[in-house]
Protein backbone atom coordinates (compact mmCIF):
# COMPACT_ATOMS: atom_id res chain seq x y z
CA UNK A 1 0.00 0.00 0.00
CA UNK A 2 2.05 3.59 -1.14
CA UNK A 3 1.47 5.65 1.64
CA UNK A 4 2.65 9.51 1.64
CA UNK A 5 3.04 11.89 4.67
CA UNK A 6 3.99 15.39 4.55
CA UNK A 7 6.33 17.22 7.06
CA UNK A 8 7.55 20.59 7.45
CA UNK A 9 6.80 24.33 9.51
CA UNK A 10 3.31 24.93 10.45
CA UNK A 11 3.92 28.51 10.38
CA UNK A 12 6.41 30.61 8.33
CA UNK A 13 6.97 34.54 8.10
CA UNK A 14 6.18 36.68 5.05
CA UNK A 15 9.18 36.73 2.28
CA UNK A 16 10.55 33.59 3.72
CA UNK A 17 10.57 30.24 2.08
CA UNK A 18 8.58 27.45 2.57
CA UNK A 19 9.66 23.64 2.87
CA UNK A 20 7.80 20.82 3.04
CA UNK A 21 8.91 17.03 2.63
CA UNK A 22 6.73 14.62 1.12
CA UNK A 23 8.26 10.70 2.44
CA UNK A 24 6.79 7.93 0.72
CA UNK A 25 6.56 4.44 1.91
CA UNK A 26 5.23 1.55 -0.38
CA UNK A 27 7.08 2.61 -3.26
CA UNK A 28 10.56 3.13 -4.25
CA UNK A 29 9.95 6.60 -5.98
CA UNK A 30 13.18 5.89 -8.25
CA UNK A 31 11.56 3.32 -9.52
CA UNK A 32 8.61 5.29 -11.45
CA UNK A 33 5.53 7.77 -11.65
CA UNK A 34 5.47 11.40 -11.20
CA UNK A 35 5.04 12.75 -7.61
CA UNK A 36 3.24 16.25 -7.53
CA UNK A 37 2.03 18.85 -4.95
CA UNK A 38 -1.25 20.25 -4.43
CA UNK A 39 -2.98 23.08 -1.77
CA UNK A 40 -5.67 24.14 -1.13
CA UNK A 41 -6.75 27.49 1.05
CA UNK A 42 -9.04 27.69 3.57
CA UNK A 43 -12.35 27.04 2.66
CA UNK A 44 -11.34 27.03 -1.31
CA UNK A 45 -10.70 24.65 -3.99
CA UNK A 46 -7.47 22.84 -4.82
CA UNK A 47 -4.48 24.22 -6.95
CA UNK A 48 -2.02 21.97 -9.00
CA UNK A 49 1.63 23.75 -7.75
CA UNK A 50 4.19 21.31 -9.57
CA UNK A 51 5.52 17.56 -10.21
CA UNK A 52 8.33 15.84 -11.15
CA UNK A 53 8.91 12.42 -12.66
CA UNK A 54 11.38 9.86 -10.94
CA UNK A 55 14.07 10.84 -12.95
CA UNK A 56 14.01 14.48 -11.67
CA UNK A 57 12.40 16.28 -14.77
CA UNK A 58 10.25 19.19 -13.59
CA UNK A 59 7.37 20.81 -14.60
CA UNK A 60 5.53 23.57 -12.48
CA UNK A 61 2.12 25.86 -12.97
CA UNK A 62 3.50 28.71 -14.67
CA UNK A 63 2.15 31.24 -12.31
CA UNK A 64 4.08 30.04 -9.76
CA UNK A 65 7.06 28.73 -10.98
CA UNK A 66 9.47 31.86 -11.04
CA UNK A 67 9.19 30.98 -6.70
CA UNK A 68 8.72 27.16 -6.71
CA UNK A 69 11.18 23.84 -6.82
CA UNK A 70 10.91 20.62 -6.93
CA UNK A 71 13.33 18.00 -5.82
CA UNK A 72 13.88 14.30 -5.46
CA UNK A 73 15.96 12.51 -2.89
CA UNK A 74 15.53 8.80 -3.38
CA UNK A 75 18.22 7.57 -0.63
CA UNK A 76 15.68 8.89 1.86
CA UNK A 77 12.94 7.42 -0.26
CA UNK A 78 10.98 11.67 -0.20
CA UNK A 79 10.82 14.55 -2.33
CA UNK A 80 10.12 18.14 -1.62
CA UNK A 81 8.49 21.33 -1.77
CA UNK A 82 10.26 24.88 -1.90
CA UNK A 83 8.45 28.14 -2.37
CA UNK A 84 9.75 31.41 -1.56
CA UNK A 85 8.69 35.35 -1.28
CA UNK A 86 5.27 33.72 0.68
CA UNK A 87 2.63 36.05 1.33
CA UNK A 88 -0.49 35.80 3.61
CA UNK A 89 -1.97 33.88 -0.04
CA UNK A 90 0.16 31.06 0.44
CA UNK A 91 -1.18 30.16 3.60
CA UNK A 92 -3.39 26.75 2.24
CA UNK A 93 -3.28 22.80 3.39
CA UNK A 94 -0.12 21.58 0.87
CA UNK A 95 -0.50 18.09 -0.21
CA UNK A 96 2.30 15.58 -2.09
CA UNK A 97 0.67 13.07 -4.37
CA UNK A 98 1.82 10.25 -6.61
CA UNK A 99 -0.22 10.73 -10.34
CA UNK A 100 -0.41 8.63 -13.06
CA UNK A 101 -2.46 8.18 -15.85
CA UNK A 102 -2.56 12.28 -15.59
CA UNK A 103 -4.64 11.64 -12.51
CA UNK A 104 -3.49 11.98 -8.38
CA UNK A 105 -4.38 8.31 -7.28
CA UNK A 106 -2.24 8.72 -4.02
CA UNK A 107 -2.44 11.79 -1.73
CA UNK A 108 -0.70 12.46 1.71
CA UNK A 109 -3.01 13.62 4.73
CA UNK A 110 -1.67 17.28 3.92
CA UNK A 111 0.03 19.96 6.31
CA UNK A 112 -1.47 23.07 7.40
CA UNK A 113 1.27 26.24 6.47
CA UNK A 114 -0.30 29.24 7.87
CA UNK A 115 2.12 32.56 6.37
CA UNK A 116 2.05 35.32 9.46
CA UNK A 117 4.08 37.25 11.02
CA UNK B 1 -4.57 27.97 -18.72
CA UNK B 2 -7.88 25.68 -19.88
CA UNK B 3 -10.82 27.03 -16.85
CA UNK B 4 -12.87 24.15 -15.12
CA UNK B 5 -16.65 25.37 -14.31
CA UNK B 6 -19.02 23.26 -12.47
CA UNK B 7 -22.18 23.21 -11.51
CA UNK B 8 -24.47 23.38 -9.56
CA UNK B 9 -21.97 24.99 -6.75
CA UNK B 10 -24.41 23.14 -4.44
CA UNK B 11 -26.46 20.03 -4.55
CA UNK B 12 -29.38 19.51 -1.71
CA UNK B 13 -30.29 15.93 -2.28
CA UNK B 14 -31.61 12.94 0.25
CA UNK B 15 -30.11 9.50 0.49
CA UNK B 16 -31.31 7.31 -2.43
CA UNK B 17 -31.78 9.94 -4.90
CA UNK B 18 -29.80 10.62 -7.85
CA UNK B 19 -26.90 13.33 -8.35
CA UNK B 20 -26.14 14.41 -11.59
CA UNK B 21 -22.71 16.94 -11.31
CA UNK B 22 -21.26 18.90 -14.48
CA UNK B 23 -18.02 19.80 -15.22
CA UNK B 24 -17.81 21.96 -17.76
CA UNK B 25 -14.43 23.27 -19.77
CA UNK B 26 -13.55 26.72 -21.59
CA UNK B 27 -11.46 24.89 -23.83
CA UNK B 28 -12.12 20.99 -25.07
CA UNK B 29 -10.13 18.56 -23.14
CA UNK B 30 -9.16 14.96 -23.94
CA UNK B 31 -11.28 12.38 -22.22
CA UNK B 32 -8.28 11.12 -21.39
CA UNK B 33 -7.41 14.30 -19.40
CA UNK B 34 -10.51 14.48 -17.08
CA UNK B 35 -10.75 13.00 -13.82
CA UNK B 36 -13.26 13.39 -10.45
CA UNK B 37 -12.50 13.62 -7.12
CA UNK B 38 -14.36 13.19 -3.69
CA UNK B 39 -13.20 15.26 -1.04
CA UNK B 40 -14.77 15.47 2.97
CA UNK B 41 -13.63 17.75 5.36
CA UNK B 42 -10.12 17.50 6.89
CA UNK B 43 -9.67 14.72 3.96
CA UNK B 44 -7.55 14.16 1.27
CA UNK B 45 -9.37 14.02 -2.09
CA UNK B 46 -10.20 10.71 -3.69
CA UNK B 47 -9.81 10.04 -6.82
CA UNK B 48 -13.23 8.29 -8.38
CA UNK B 49 -13.61 8.28 -11.71
CA UNK B 50 -10.13 9.14 -14.48
CA UNK B 51 -10.48 9.08 -18.01
CA UNK B 52 -13.60 10.55 -17.85
CA UNK B 53 -15.62 7.36 -17.51
CA UNK B 54 -13.23 4.69 -15.71
CA UNK B 55 -13.40 4.04 -11.58
CA UNK B 56 -10.90 3.84 -9.57
CA UNK B 57 -9.93 1.01 -7.76
CA UNK B 58 -12.52 0.14 -4.84
CA UNK B 59 -14.65 2.65 -6.14
CA UNK B 60 -18.68 1.64 -5.91
CA UNK B 61 -20.35 1.09 -9.32
CA UNK B 62 -22.84 3.78 -8.22
CA UNK B 63 -20.66 6.54 -9.35
CA UNK B 64 -20.59 7.20 -13.36
CA UNK B 65 -18.78 9.62 -15.55
CA UNK B 66 -19.35 10.80 -19.05
CA UNK B 67 -18.63 13.17 -21.54
CA UNK B 68 -16.84 14.46 -23.99
CA UNK B 69 -14.75 17.92 -25.43
CA UNK B 70 -15.72 20.19 -22.82
CA UNK B 71 -18.95 18.90 -21.05
CA UNK B 72 -18.67 16.21 -18.59
CA UNK B 73 -20.81 14.81 -15.76
CA UNK B 74 -20.31 12.78 -12.56
CA UNK B 75 -23.87 10.83 -11.70
CA UNK B 76 -24.27 8.77 -8.43
CA UNK B 77 -27.25 6.55 -8.79
CA UNK B 78 -28.23 6.59 -5.61
CA UNK B 79 -26.63 8.55 -2.63
CA UNK B 80 -25.61 6.78 0.49
CA UNK B 81 -25.12 8.56 3.26
CA UNK B 82 -21.34 8.66 3.09
CA UNK B 83 -21.72 10.25 0.01
CA UNK B 84 -22.31 13.28 0.97
CA UNK B 85 -18.89 15.68 0.34
CA UNK B 86 -17.80 18.02 -1.97
CA UNK B 87 -16.71 16.69 -5.84
CA UNK B 88 -13.78 18.08 -7.57
CA UNK B 89 -13.34 17.70 -11.55
CA UNK B 90 -9.71 17.93 -12.72
CA UNK B 91 -8.27 18.11 -16.07
CA UNK B 92 -4.16 17.96 -17.99
CA UNK B 93 -3.50 20.10 -20.45
CA UNK B 94 -0.10 19.78 -22.45
CA UNK B 95 0.95 23.44 -21.34
CA UNK B 96 1.50 20.97 -19.09
CA UNK B 97 -0.82 21.94 -16.68
CA UNK B 98 -3.49 20.57 -14.26
CA UNK B 99 -6.13 22.05 -13.04
CA UNK B 100 -9.35 21.32 -10.95
CA UNK B 101 -12.75 22.99 -10.90
CA UNK B 102 -14.33 25.16 -8.34
CA UNK B 103 -16.34 21.97 -6.49
CA UNK B 104 -19.57 20.94 -6.02
CA UNK B 105 -20.71 20.45 -2.54
CA UNK B 106 -23.77 17.55 -2.60
CA UNK B 107 -25.48 18.40 0.99
CA UNK B 108 -28.46 16.33 3.17
CA UNK B 109 -31.68 18.05 2.10
Known amino acids: ?117 | EIVLTQSPGTLSLSPGERATLSCRASQSVSSSYLAWYQQKPGQAPRLLIYAASIRATGIPDRFSGSGSGTDFTLTISRLEPEDFAVYYCQQYDSSPEFTFGPGTKVDIK
Not at chain 1, 23 to 48: A, D, H, M, N
Not at chain 1, 64 to 84: A, Q, Y
Open chain 1, 1 to 117: QVQLQESGPGLVKPSETLSLTCTVSGFSIGSGYYWGWIRQPPGKGLEWIGSLYHSGSTYYKASLSSRVTISLDTSKNHFSLMLSSLTAADTAVYFCARHRDYTFDYWGQGALVTVSS
